[in-house]
């Protein structure tokens, strides 16, 4: 029964993480536009106590609609749908609003900026932040009409009509002037100096006047790429998939006449598909787990111990037709004794197979910080360890001999009729 | 035989899988046991679930680990407050140690794989049925893994809670290895109600330390 979870493992629970911030502006139950509702869902307070923090914040040199105003053009617009604000909400946000206003006003009049500078920067701002809040209704619609991307859409603000334009130019205007009132006041420079300074004027106009689309076509291309992203995955899994299991899906009922052909087919795929979704490198990982991809079939297996034991008893599930069933606690390196200890384990699994008689072998392998342990183990029909024969290599050669000649240790169980269990003993280098 | 169905009733099974051919598959193995096991109701769905089991009362449910909508976890959380005594066996296909554990944690008393024989699962129902938790060696290995004192583990806080006895650690390994209760039991020279004892406390132990974030630090290690 793996197959099914590929269709939801990979694309539900391990999928393409959104790679966007934690704070979202609300869309829906927002006053102006949606930062004091966005952070109180983002920290859990209520959303009075974010704004009246706003209200309060703009008495200091207006910092409050400062904060408020950055946060409006870098924190996007959540796509969910929220409940709408009550009446008494609204009233008292827009309370809040005056208040805060008010006592940013009070503070800046009687506060130290001379009046040529406050008047223009005052009518540069209100330009701004009208040609801001149409770049946001603009993103707005663009969410009612769904995902329309693109340059285009981007920089025409997704055809927001007549009424737009002028808003945007009435916005700019705005903006212009408050530029040359504020270069009129401080008329008592040269004309290098008044150059100069238009100059840069204009250039910051410009700049402050395109930040919001810039943002948008930032936003739209993070959008886009995590869309292409997961896209490529699911082919991804569409083309493994059908390498691996539909193919074998079609042997096997070309071969369905053949039981043990089957069980052999079926069982190769569940070990590879398996190994593909939840391997070491596999699909199922973590996303930072796997930098180089999943793994492919015919990718070199990691040279631990673990790997090369499921590698090895798949090779001896193959080979027989029986299920090895192999726990691994803890893993190490390969070295040269281990790799002989591997072998030996490997061989055990393989007289196992050949005269337990049964169809199911257990391989239990323990790495501990001084020694590796393996078991290998059958309930079949077990033997004399007196009345093996002197020309049965097997046992002798394959396993004590490997093990000796690399200081490991090999100890047998068994009995006629009661199983048999191999238990190898590796001891580690401390190097 | 009739004294037997009076002496026990087979009993009540729910499943839980978002795979229909799974399920009839596990009907049709557990039908062969019909004396232990009754098949009550099945569902496909997290939401499903949570009606089923509380329409039916079973008193085992077969929980997937993997489902859409939160997976087995999400069942146990909600149903385990209001059906306490419904008794969860996780019926997993995934090898992935993070996704047995949680389900553990959750309050499931048994973990078993999807390859195991009808015969066996309904032996492991009637089991997890009487109270006593069923180990596959697989999740033994994962607890043994998760707890092992290795030379790189995170240093455990509370010894006389969250360490396994040398005992316990025993029993996990032969479980581990394959044996089963009885067999452990000969082997250690204890009784198989000794075994279960210990099992039990080694659940109870995986449940009670996820602030050590248990089956994080397993994956993190790749011990799987």
């Not at chain 2, 002496?7 to 046991?33: C, I, K, M, Q, W």
């Not at chain 2, 060696?137 to 040398?166: C, K």
């Not at chain 2, 009784?191 to 602030?211: A, D, G, M, P, W």
Request: glycine share 12%.
């Amino acid at each position: 029964m793996p197959f099914g979870h590929v269709v939801h493992g990979p694309n539900s629970a391990h999928g393409v993480r959104e790679t966007g911030p934690k704070l979202y502006r609300r869309r829906g139950g927002r006053l102006v536009s949606g930062v004091c509702s966005g952070i109180s869902d983002h920290l859990g307070v209520s959303v009075l106590s974010v704004r009246a923090t706003f209200a309060v914040l703009a008495a200091f040199g207006g910092a409050g609609v400062f904060a408020y105003g950055l946060l409006w053009i870098f924190v996007p617009q959540s796509a969910g749908a929220e409940p709408p604000v009550t009446d008494r909400e609204r009233q008292q946000g827009l309370g809040l609003i005056i208040l805060g206003l008010g006592l940013a006003v009070a503070v800046g009049l009687l506060g130290i900026l001379p009046g040529w500078l406050t008047g223009p920067l005052g009518v540069a701002l209100v330009g701004a932040a009208v040609v801001w809040r149409e770049a946001d209704e603009s993103q707005r619609r663009r969410w009612r009409e769904g995902a329309r991307s693109g340059m285009a859409g981007a920089v025409l603000g997704g055809g927001g009509g007549r009424a737009a334009m002028v808003r945007i130019i009435s916005g700019a205007a705005l903006v212009v002037i408050g530029a040359v009132v504020f270069l009129g006041g401080s008329a008592t420079a040269s004309d290098l100096q008044f150059a100069m300074l238009s100059t840069i004027t204009a250039l910051i106009g410009a700049a402050v006047l395109t930040v919001p689309w810039w943002m948008r076509l930032m936003r739209d291309l993070d959008v886009e790429r995590a869309g292409r992203v997961r896209s490529q995955e699911r082919a991804e899994i569409a083309a493994h998939l059908h390498d691996s299991v539909l193919q074998t899906l079609a042997l096997i009922q070309k071969q369905a006449d053949s039981e043990r052909e089957v069980r052999r087919l079926a069982r190769g795929q569940e070990r590879e598909l398996r190994t593909w979704l939840y391997g070491p490198d596999g699909y199922g990982r973590a996303d930072g787990d796997r930098p180089a991809g999943p793994a492919q079939p015919g990718d070199a297996p990691p040279q631990t111990l673990s790997a090369q034991l499921t590698r090895a008893c798949g090779e001896v599930e193959d080979a027989f037709a029986i299920t090895v069933q192999q726990v691994v606690v803890g893993d190490c390196e390969l070295d040269e004794p281990l790799t002989a200890a591997l072998a030996a384990a490997r061989e055990a699994v393989v007289n196992a197979a050949k005269h337990a008689g049964v169809g199911e072998v257990s391989v239990y392998a323990e790495v501990e910080p001084d020694r590796v342990s393996i078991f290998v183990r059958d309930r079949g029909a077990g033997f004399d360890p007196e009345r093996v024969s002197d020309d049965r290599h097997g046992l002798a050669d394959s396993i004590k001999g490997r093990m000796e000649r690399n200081g490991g240790s090999v100890r047998i169980k068994t009995a006629p009729g009661s199983g048999t269990e191999v238990q190898m003993d590796m001891p580690r280098k401390t190097s | 035989m009739t004294s037997d169905g009076t002496d026990r009733a087979p009993v009540r099974v729910f499943l839980v899988d978002d795979h229909a051919l799974f399920r009839s598959g596990v009907r049709a193995e557990l039908a062969t046991a019909p004396d232990q096991v009754e098949v009550v109701g099945e569902a496909g769905s997290v939401g499903e679930a949570v009606a089923g089991i509380a329409h039916y009362e079973p008193q085992v449910v077969l929980l997937d680990v993997h489902m859409p909508d939160g997976g087995g976890a999400e069942v146990l959380r909600r149903v385990r407050g209001d059906h306490p005594d419904v008794v969860f066996l996780a019926l997993s296909v995934s090898d992935a140690a993070e996704d047995v554990i949680a389900v553990i944690r959750g309050g499931a008393r048994g973990y078993v794989t999807k390859t195991i024989s009808g015969r066996e699962l309904a032996d492991a129902v009637c089991q997890v049925a009487a109270g006593d938790p069923v180990f596959s060696p697989r999740l033994a290995g994962f607890v043994l893994d998760a707890f092992s004192q290795g030379p790189n583990s995170a240093p455990i806080g509370d010894p006389e809670l969250d360490l396994l006895t040398p005992r316990e650690r025993d029993v996990l390994r032969l479980l581990a290895r394959g044996y089963a209760y009885k067999e452990i039991a000969s082997e250690l020279f204890i009784s198989v109600k000794t075994v279960e004892t210990h099992v039990s406390s080694v659940l109870r132990k995986t449940q009670l330390s996820n602030r050590y974030e248990l089956s994080r630090w397993a994956t993190d290690r790749r011990l799987v």
